[in-house]
């Protein structure tokens, strides 16, 4: 089943111009998380956190799939100004209540204050190849822009995000097969974490697959 369309708000017309619209990246993240809503709504996350929100249609889809009975607090992150203020206005058009949206670089302004509580964390990173030189900026190729094998962002972004899952959290992150996916997994299991394909699509020149990241489970003593 296609996960449900938010209506997607630009504050400014030039905006439209300056912010990630939705596309194939965006939707299949979009469909796996519809997927997923009914494992994710046992859990009744509390915290839901995306990275690198850009339009607003991820979390807006979100929070419509999983339908919670009890309210959790969405929080978007984008370092992209504009983008910011369409996910705001992405948000708030598609009534998602409570909802925080913050410009800066990653993690960090949570760091610490959510480390261990964030129940459900997406991410479709920056995961294009590009000059080093182009990694960074806070305009729209924020959005793509991912260094050498699209891993510089996602590389800097793994520590500090699986830091804040909570004990029972899961962790959508959106790979390229440029981005060497089996090297990234092997970095999330370095941290202690367990990372799972669950997803793979070809879109257009990309081949793009969704991981599911959690903390790895303890293996019952033999009885």
Partial sequence: MAAPLPRVEYPLAADS?????????????MDVLQAESPRLR?????????????????TSSLWASLQLRTPALFLCIDINPRAAA???????????????????????PFAERLRGQVDVLVCNPPYVPTPPEEVGTQRIEAAWAGGTHGREVIDRLLPGACALLSACGSFYLLLEASNRP???AASVRA????????????????????????RARATPAPA
């Fill in 17 to 29: 111009a300056q912010v990630y619209e939705p596309s194939d990246d965006t939707f299949l993240l």
């Fill in 42 to 58: 046992e859990s009744a996350p509390a915290v839901c956190l995306e990275l690198g929100s850009g339009s607003g249609a991820v």
């Fill in 191 to 214: 941290l202690g974490l367990e990372a799972v394909q669950i997803c793979a699509r070809r879109a257009q020149n990309e081949r793009l697959s969704v991981w599911r990241i959690a």
């Fill in 182 to 184: 089996d090297e990234v």
């Fill in 86 to 108: 369409t996910t705001r206005a992405t948000c708030a058009l598609n009534g998602v209540r409570p909802a925080d949206v913050v410009r800066a670089d990653l993690v960090h």
